[in-house]
């Protein structure tokens, strides 16, 4: 009888063990086992550590587990009731002493440690006591992500852009329900809770793309509410922001009418755009279109990806989902909208491609 359950319970460890590996990708995609900075390469040295520890105590445990098996086994096959009974009696002193070693003192000395190791991450990744101002803010919105830049006159959606090789800190907060900020990456998970404000700090080594997260169940698209970060050399994140920067001399009276000039379906898209309920949501800067609960479009046509990290910047998607949006994410909080002509879709699309 004991032979096929231990068969059986291996091979559900082993199932177990082939779900765990599928954390571990090397396209390194949204990966908490490749750390790309210091914050996170601190997390990730405590998680190795316990995982370590926790193989070990299982491993002696399991062994124990079939000694205690094996021993019982031949106990049973030639003990007489009276013999086992003698026996109990003879080890009730030692038992006692085991368990208490083995179940209490050992487990205490370990979790001890690894408390103390779990608060100096803590401390590591906690620069509250710093200050310091915050390069970006970030609200979070069902389902997606309002990123502001404070220094500059920037907004956008659902990519944070910082520079690469510095600690820089991010202010989180919520427009509506909890949602939590992870970029596994990069650093540790913080909490954006409706009406406070909580500082996270991020700290990429590399230039490069890192994908984040929503980590807290915030409703209908919490899987699909992804967002990146783009760690940049300073001198191109400067570059940046300043094409960005509504407020900055240069680009004033850019945006959006002049990129529009002399194209007809731009500047037909801009009227459909602008005479649909499209404006009660978004804002595009420069413009009648104000609406603040969904994200600033004002230079959609440059952003990395579209509706939270789930679908690409193209004209192809841009066209779906403006024409049906709750097919592609369904419960987000954009309604479909009915064209009297399809030929307006298009001209819609032109003109958010045009705002770069
Ligand atoms: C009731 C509010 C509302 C209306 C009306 C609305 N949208 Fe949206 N829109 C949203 C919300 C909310 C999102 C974010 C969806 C998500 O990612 O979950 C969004 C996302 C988008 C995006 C993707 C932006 C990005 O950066 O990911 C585009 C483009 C867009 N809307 C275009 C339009 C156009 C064009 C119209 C008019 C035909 C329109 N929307 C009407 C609420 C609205
Ligand atoms: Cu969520």
Redesign the pocket.
Known sequence: MSVPSITARTLACAALLGLAAGCSTDTSEQSALAPAGSQSQAVHELWVWMAVVGAVVWAIVVVLMFVALARRGHGEADATAEDSAGRRAAMTGRPVAAVAVAGALIPAIIVGVIAVMAISVQRETDHSAEGGAPIAEVVG????WEVSYPDHDVTS??EIHIPVGERVRIELSSADVIHSLWVPELGGKVDMIPGRSNPLWLEADEPGVYWGQCAEYCGA?HARMRFVVVAHEQAELDAWLRDRDEGSDEVSDEVPTSELEGDALVERGREV?MS???V???AVQGTAAT?Q???D?TH?GS?L????GILPNDTES?TA??TD?QSI?PG????G?DFDDPSEVDA?VAY?ESLE
């Open positions: 919105h069902q389902f997606w959606a659902n698209q755009f649909s309920s499209c009660y949501c978004h609406g609960t969904a994200p479009l959609v952003r990806g579209l509706a939270a841009l989902w403006i949006p994410k987000s909080l954009m309604p909208t819609i958010l």
